[in-house]
């Protein structure tokens, strides 16, 4: 299968800093990737759906000031947390489609970010 | 809205066979998946139904009901390394189209 990456996999910051996330696919082109947050035995709450060569897409209630994403590449979108507060404190996770029939998506390993 | 219902916790023991259900209300269908995640890790593909009835594969099937928008997975044979959670999702429109929807996840604990 297709195989997505995150950097880094995990993340301390002060609050009132800003963090970047990375999202790459590795072995395919993806035009859309989207971007979630989990938190603790929660569930995986879609936050904006990025595409390639033009604004992201953010889902209800999300910040897109807080949240920046930049999809640069058809490998590489990224993810910002602006003035990250303790509460932004998650486990962000990206996901590319596949193109089977199967409508599988791949999902990155996720990055733990912990804002002190 | 779009929204999933599964159970919150499942237990069973090593060699059993469990049902997971799932219902769902979406603005626009466009199939049923199933996702395992282990704890700290990356949610996994497991299964997909676009039409009505029973997909297996191996050790898991997935069942798929439009008219009643229901579906659930079957684990038989249970292992240890089944713990886990699971969560149904639905591919449904959104802002930018389509994207996959996330139910809350069932957690499964498995003993011997």
């Known amino acids: 299968g297709a195989v997505v990456s995150q950097h880094p996999s995990w993340v301390i910051c002060k609050s009132g800093t800003s963090v970047k996330i990375e999202c790459r696919s590795l072995?395919?082109?993806?035009?859309?990737m989207f971007w979630y947050r989990q938190f603790p035995k929660q569930s995986l709450m879609l936050m904006a759906t990025?595409?390639?060569?033009?604004?992201?897409?953010?889902e209800q209630g999300v910040e897109k000031d807080k949240f920046l994403i930049n999809h640069a590449s058809l490998t590489l979108s990224t993810l910002t947390v602006t003035s990250a507060h303790p509460e932004d404190s998650s486990f962000y996770i990206c996901?590319?489609?596949?193109?089977?029939?199967?409508?599988?998506?791949?999902f990155g390993p996720g990055t733990r970010l912990t804002v002190l | 809205g779009q929204s999933l219902e599964q159970p919150s916790e499942v237990t069973a023991v090593e060699g059993a066979i469990v049902q997971i259900n799932c219902t769902y209300q979406?603005?626009?269908?466009?199939?049923l998946s199933w996702y395992q995640q282990h704890d700290g890790g990356a949610p996994t593909f497991l299964s997909y139904?676009?039409?009505?009835g029973l997909e297996e594969t191996g050790r898991f099937s997935s069942f798929l009901s439009r008219s009643d928008s229901y579906g659930y997975l079957l684990l038989q044979e249970l292992q240890m390394k089944d713990s886990a959670s699971y969560f149904c999702?639905?591919?449904?429109?959104?802002?930018?189209?389509?994207?996959?929807?996330f139910g809350k996840g069932t957690t499964l604990s498995v003993s011997s």
């Open positions: 996901s590319a489609p596949g193109r089977a029939i199967n409508n599988e998506q791949f």
């Open positions: 072995d395919f082109q993806a035009t859309t």
């Open positions: 990025s595409n390639e060569g033009s604004k992201a897409t953010y």
């Open positions: 979406t603005s626009g269908f466009y199939g």
């Open positions: 139904n676009a039409l009505d």
């Open positions: 999702a639905v591919r449904a429109l959104n802002q930018a189209g389509t994207a996959l929807i």
